[in-house]
């Protein structure tokens, strides 16, 4: 940052700086490399699992539909928005299906957690991750965070999360975390998330 005073002020300011070495030309580069990999994978892995298939047909396609398809439980009761957040839960419905895998022996099964949420805040809230934690602190995996549009202030949107876990790591009661792309170092807390 420059700051001048007023009345000692040039009309014209010479700024400069060190040349960055080739090595350091080299490290950009190559985390900007690894990044278009990570997405290349992910933009794979998305275009196998959907296989242009969407709906009941995607799912059982990607054998998600499982024997006894998708459970839902109705949440709205349950979920409690805490106090400081910008949105505010209208209504809250979790899924669960499972998937025929098993990993370390226990079944695998997909989980989802659905929101209608206003937003109360005075400016846009767009999604950017989330994060499922358990009883015992520990993190589902997260599959996604559907749509990344922006939430304008007091309007509602659906936001869905998606996660995969054991069966065993699915019970319990869950606090949802959720980002937005404009940061802040708090996210959006939601106590009470369980599944069928």
């Given at each position: 940052m420059l700051v001048v005073h007023p009345s000692e002020a040039e009309r014209q300011v010479e700024v400069t700086r060190q040349p960055r070495s080739l090595a350091s030309y080299r490290?950009?580069?190559?985390?900007?490399?690894?990044?278009?990999?990570?997405?290349?994978?992910?933009?794979?892995?998305?275009?196998?699992?959907?296989?242009?298939?969407v709906g009941l047909t995607g799912l059982i396609a990607q054998d998600l539909m499982g024997e006894g398809g998708v459970d839902n439980k109705d949440l709205f009761k349950n979920v409690t928005t805490r106090p400081g957040n910008t949105l505010i839960t209208v209504t809250a419905r979790?899924?669960?299906?499972?998937?025929g895998r098993r990993e370390g022996g226990h079944k695998v099964v997909?989980?989802?957690?659905?929101?209608?949420?206003?937003?109360?805040?005075?400016?846009?809230?767009?999604p950017a991750g989330a994060v499922l934690v358990g009883p015992q602190g520990v993190e589902l995996k997260v599959l996604?965070?559907?749509?990344?549009?922006?939430?304008?202030?007091?309007?509602?949107?659906?936001?869905?999360?998606?996660?995969?876990?054991?069966?065993?790591?699915?019970?319990?009661?869950?606090?949802?975390?959720l980002w937005s792309q404009e940061g802040g170092t708090r996210g959006e807390l939601f106590d009470g998330v369980t599944f069928p």
């Amino acid at each position: 940052m420059l700051v001048v005073h007023p009345s000692e002020a040039e009309r014209q300011v010479e700024v400069t700086r060190q040349p960055r070495s080739l090595a350091s030309y080299r490290e950009g580069e190559q985390r900007a490399l690894e990044e278009v990999q990570q997405c290349r994978q992910e933009k794979a892995r998305l275009e196998t699992e959907s296989n242009g298939k969407v709906g009941l047909t995607g799912l059982i396609a990607q054998d998600l539909m499982g024997e006894g398809g998708v459970d839902n439980k109705d949440l709205f009761k349950n979920v409690t928005t805490r106090p400081g957040n910008t949105l505010i839960t209208v209504t809250a419905r979790s899924y669960r299906s499972h998937t025929g895998r098993r990993e370390g022996g226990h079944k695998v099964v997909r989980l989802a957690v659905a929101q209608e949420l206003l937003n109360d805040g005075d400016t846009p809230w767009t999604p950017a991750g989330a994060v499922l934690v358990g009883p015992q602190g520990v993190e589902l995996k997260v599959l996604g965070v559907w749509p990344l549009e922006p939430i304008a202030p007091e309007k509602k949107h659906r936001v869905v999360v998606e996660v995969e876990a054991t069966e065993e790591a699915a019970r319990g009661t869950f606090t949802l975390k959720l980002w937005s792309q404009e940061g802040g170092t708090r996210g959006e807390l939601f106590d009470g998330v369980t599944f069928p």
